[in-house]
């Protein structure tokens, strides 16, 4: 959770203008909207315009929410992490990237030498059953 943190931190001013350049094309799909709805001749273009125009409200909120969250993260939260737990160097980057495995580069293959086979053939074992007539199989 602190990498999270710091790392918001460290991009807080890239996230912002994201979060700003959002808003500000939301208030331009709202401008539109109530343009449209000005303009509207039936019942149905008007409330299809006040339902964008409502969209482009809640988004203009929500994304106003995610920017005074990203906004106290960066100011508030990211100093008071103690240096310990904060993982930062001297720049202000992540000092601990993801590790990958190192990769071997010459892997051995296994050759497979094809055996001969013999098929093996399953027959059922053959069951003596008693027909009645009174002769022994032994031959007397």
Not at 52 to 59: C, D, G, N, P, Y
Not at 126 to 139: H, K, S
């Amino acid at each position: 959770m602190a990498e999270l943190i710091t790392a918001i931190e460290a991009y807080s001013g890239w996230l912002l203008a994201l979060v700003l350049a959002l808003i500000v094309r939301e208030l331009y799909v709202l401008t539109g909207a109530v343009r449209d709805r000005s303009n509207a001749a039936f019942g149905l273009e008007r409330e299809s315009a006040t339902s964008r125009a409502i969209r482009a409200q809640v988004t203009v909120l929500l994304l106003a929410t995610i920017g005074f969250g990203i906004n106290s993260v960066a100011t508030v939260i990211a100093p008071s992490l103690p240096e310990s737990i904060r993982r930062r160097t001297g720049e202000g980057t992540l000092v601990e990237p993801t590790r990958i495995a190192p990769m071997a580069t010459a892997t051995p293959t296994v050759t497979v030498v094809p055996t001969a086979r013999v098929p093996v053939i399953v027959t059922a074992v053959p069951v003596q059953t008693e027909t009645g007539t009174g002769t022994d199989d032994d031959g007397g």
